[in-house]
């Protein structure tokens, strides 16, 4: 099966900042990528789908790039509702493997 | 809108077995491959199993498989979770979920439900 690992496993920034999340597929998954947001206590929330496309309603400074087995979340400027954790997800295949997550502190 | 509300988690013994459903509204059932991803407190996110809108298509993780089987009955709008020979592993939130446009089983998942806790303990 094909793992996903992401990283960092936990990220401590400021509100301003730019973030960015890498999430490495073990063999290639073309560009069926998808990205979430999770706050304690709530379902996922998808961001990013195809790798790179913005799920409407989504925020713009939230953006996705990559291919293959390596890909990136980026957000612009971090603002105070971003603090949550992230997961990213591939959906080529049968099965659906998740990253272990990152999660956005406050620093 | 979209709305699945999942239904049937609780406490149960290892070895036993429980059923989850998903009651769906807001958009065609019918049309969407469905998933349950779950969570146990405090964890991230696992993908259980996948089934497509006819069913045709159906994948399990390598941790349930042989124990869980996922189905679908278009006519109540609902699927379902039965799981077998549950183990102290499974217990977490499992959320039910929607793939984004109709047709292929090979979409990513764009909609999920509040989830419902199953604890599996003596």
């Known amino acids: 099966d094909i793992q996903m690992t992401q990283s960092p496993s936990t990220l401590s920034a400021s509100v301003g900042d730019r973030v960015t999340i890498t999430c490495r597929a073990s063999?290639?998954?073309?560009?069926?990528l998808a990205w979430y947001q999770q706050k304690p206590g709530k379902a996922p929330n998808l961001l990013i789908y195809?790798?790179?496309s913005l799920e409407g309603g989504v925020p713009s400074r939230f953006s996705g790039s990559g291919s293959g087995t390596e890909f990136t979340l980026t957000i612009g400027s971090l603002q105070p509702d971003d603090f949550a954790t992230y997961y990213c997800?591939?959906?080529?295949?049968?099965?659906?493997?998740f990253g272990q997550g990152t999660k956005v502190e406050i620093k | 809108e979209v709305q699945l509300v999942e239904s049937g988690g609780g406490l149960v013994q290892p070895g036993r077995s429980l059923r989850l459903s998903c009651a769906a509204s807001?958009?065609?059932?019918?049309?969407?491959?469905m998933h349950w991803v779950r969570q146990a407190p405090g964890k991230g996110l696992e993908w259980v199993s996948g089934?497509?809108?006819?069913?045709?298509?159906?994948a399990y993780a390598d941790s349930v498989k042989g124990r869980f089987t996922i189905s679908r009955d278009t006519a109540k709008n609902s699927v379902y979770l039965e799981m077998n020979s549950l183990r102290g592993e499974d217990t977490a939130f499992y959320y039910c979920?929607?793939?984004?446009?109709?047709?292929?089983?090979?979409?990513?998942?764009?909609?999920w439900g509040q989830g419902t806790l199953v604890t599996v303990s003596s």
């Open positions: 979920a929607k793939a984004r446009p109709p047709g292929s089983y090979y979409l990513p998942i764009d909609s």
């Open positions: 807001g958009f065609k059932f019918g049309d969407f491959a």
């Open positions: 063999q290639s998954i073309s560009s069926s």
């Open positions: 195809k790798a790179s």
């Open positions: 997800q591939k959906y080529d295949g049968y099965s659906r493997t």
């Open positions: 089934i497509s809108w006819n069913s045709d298509t159906i």
